[in-house]
Nanobody, 119 residues
Framework: QVQLVEFGGGLVQAGGSLRLSCAAE???????MGWYRQAPGKQRELVAV???????NYAESVKGRFTCSRDNAKKMVYLQMNSLKPEDTALYYC??????????????WGQGTQVTVSS
């Protein structure tokens, strides 16, 4: 119902920047979009979520460093990551939420893109 493909992960030194992009392919309107991450041995955690009206909320650990934005016309969501720290190293997943009780409602996930921050 919704296919998500992430781009832009990679290896960067501490203090550097990366920009993640996620393209959604769907015939349905997407409500919230966002980014989650999962480090080895840890649970997946929310990084940022952005509403269809572009109101974004962030995890405390990334506030002031990461910026989430979206282009509804292109069905894209972005994550600009600045001042990266080694603890930001994780597999980053794009997420799309379709609200409601329709057969296609629910959470959708991309395949993940690796971000590695070296010290």
């Amino acid at each position: 119902q919704v296919q998500l493909v992430e781009f832009g992960g990679g290896l960067v030194q501490a203090g550097g920047s990366l920009r993640l992009s996620c393209a959604a392919e769907t015939i349905f309107s997407i409500d919230a979009m966002g980014w989650y991450r999962q480090a080895p041995g840890k649970q997946r955690e929310l990084v940022a979520v952005i509403s269809s009206g572009s109101t974004a909320n962030y995890a405390e650990s990334v506030k002031g460093r990461f910026t989430c934005s979206r282009d509804n016309a292109k069905k894209m969501v972005y994550l600009q990551m600045n001042s990266l720290k080694p603890e930001d190293t994780a597999l980053y997943y794009c997420n799309a939420k379709l609200y409601g009780s329709n057969w296609y409602s629910g959470d959708y996930w991309g395949q993940g893109t690796q971000v590695t921050v070296s010290s």
